[in-house]
T-cell receptor
Framework: DQQVKQNSPSLSVQEGRISILNCDYTNSMFDYFLWYKKYPAEGPTFLISISSIKDKNEDGRFTVFLNKSAKHLSLHIVPSQPGDSAVYFCAAQKVAGNKLTFGGGTRVLVKP | GAGVSQSPSNKVTEKGKDVELRCDPISGHTALYWYRQSLGQGLEFLIYFQGNSAPDKSGLPSDRFSAERTGGSVSTLTIQRTQQEDSAVYLC????????????FGAGTRLSVL
């Protein structure tokens, strides 16, 4: 049973436009959510996180929104840049510091 | 280096052989995690070490998989009698502990079982 799902395997966006990545989860015990970015042949790198007590967290071009009632979160990248082309993983934790449960990833291609 | 280091970066083995994968976490990080990513899939949790506590082995897929962490630092993931379905990228992560506990990943070991 997949507890974290990213239903869009890929996304193509024009440089300068907004990229919106979506993630759904089923386990209401998750209380901490993270987004990781992964380039080929590299490990995932942390991007941004949000606690379940918040509904928005912003860091530069990246904003994460959390809708607890819908068990849905999204990552907005504005403006998108060619260097943002990568695979993005949504992840969830039941207790901060514990194991991560990952979604299947969304491959983003930003076209110049 | 300052990051998580994994070795080897690539490993090709024959079905039935044993393999050992190594992880050097970031110095001072108390928690260490192993995950694997099969082709086209997300990352799957395998095992988690936190300080001197008993490890959380709940993600290990079979008893052919084991891991240890010596001296609270370096960790080795061992796969015995490898099978073709074990082919994946094995990723190690470490974290400093505390309230904001971001996990930092190594580049992974790509294991191919022929």
């Amino acid at each position: 049973d997949q507890q974290v799902k990213q239903n869009s395997p890929s996304l193509s966006v024009q440089e300068g436009r907004i990229s919106i990545l979506n993630c759904d989860y089923t386990n209401s015990m998750f209380d901490y959510f993270l987004w990781y970015k992964k380039y080929p042949a590299e490990g995932p790198t942390f991007l941004i996180s949000i606690s379940s007590i918040k509904d928005k967290n912003e860091d530069g071009r990246f904003t994460v929104f959390l809708n607890k009632s819908a068990k849905h979160l999204s990552l907005h990248i504005v403006p998108s840049q060619p260097g943002d082309s990568a695979v993005y993983f949504c992840a969830a934790q039941k207790v901060a510091g514990n194991k991560l449960t990952f979604g299947g990833g969304t491959r983003v291609l930003v076209k110049p | 280096g300052a990051g998580v280091s994994q070795s080897p970066s690539n490993k090709v083995t024959e079905k039935g052989k044993d393999v050992e994968l190594r992880c050097d976490p970031i110095s001072g990080h108390t928690a260490l995690y192993w995950y694997r990513q099969s082709l086209g899939q997300g990352l799957e949790f395998l095992i988690y070490f936190q300080g001197n506590s008993a490890p959380d082995k709940s993600g290990l897929p079979s008893d052919r998989f084991s891991a240890e962490r010596t001296g609270g630092s370096v960790s080795t993931l061992t796969i015995q009698r490898t099978q073709q379905e074990d082919s994946a990228v094995y990723l190690c992560a470490s974290s400093p502990g505390g309230a904001k506990n971001i996990q930092y990943f190594g580049a992974g070991t790509r294991l191919s079982v022929l």
